[in-house]
């Protein structure tokens, strides 16, 4: 069994049956690190499920790479304001290492839902983790010190430690690497 076969199956009331034919319909893509699977000014007409890797969500602003958000396996990744909104996207999203996704195009999953009304789950799923991601980063960034942000993304994802380099912790938690080097020095 694939690991999409596995999360659809763990996750959901699905029968084996509709879970092998919901996931039939996703291509398998392998990406190796610094691959893209989104590029800024592209419409996104795909969702991804990581089955092995690591991906970083990032826009260029001012010349520089701003971490977003990090995907790691049985993460699902896209650009959901421009899958829904049909605009062009601000985001980036790329392999930090050879990374395996199964995919399905927006069109293919409008098609499958009608099929298996099921998929609704897993669309609201999404959605719902999507808009609580977006509260709790904004809380963060709003309310806890760098050092309470560092402190709470290691308990939460300790395998950012091994995967991600530390230029992109410390821009995602919105501080230099210097700083992030004195909070880790602190340990």
Not at 3 to 14: A, G, I, Q
Not at 68 to 97: Q, Y
Request: net charge neutral; glycine share 6%; with cysteine.
């Amino acid at each position: 069994m694939t690991t999409l076969v596995e999360y659809l199956k763990n996750e959901f009331s699905f029968s084996l049956d509709i879970t092998e034919k919901i996931a039939s319909s996703f291509k398998e893509i392998t990406l190796e690190k610094g691959a893209y699977f989104l590029k800024e000014g592209e419409y996104c007409n795909k969702i991804g499920f990581v089955e092995n890797g690591a991906m970083l969500y990032f826009m260029n602003l001012d010349g520089e790479e701003k971490v977003c958000d990090f995907g790691f396996e049985k993460d699902w990744v896209t650009h959901i304001k421009s899958m829904i909104g049909g605009i062009p996207t601000d985001m980036n999203i790329r392999a930090l290492e050879t990374t395996k996704i199964k995919w399905i195009s927006g069109e293919k999953l409008e098609q499958i839902t009608k099929e298996f009304p099921q998929i609704n789950q897993l669309r609201v799923k999404l959605s719902e983790q999507y808009f609580v991601q977006s509260a709790e980063r904004a809380n963060e960034l709003a309310n806890l010190s760098a050092e309470q942000r560092y402190k709470k993304l290691v308990a939460e994802k300790p395998e950012l430690l091994t995967k991600v380099p530390q230029y992109y912790l410390a821009s995602y938690l919105g501080i230099k690497p210097q700083s992030l080097s004195r909070i880790r020095a602190k340990k």
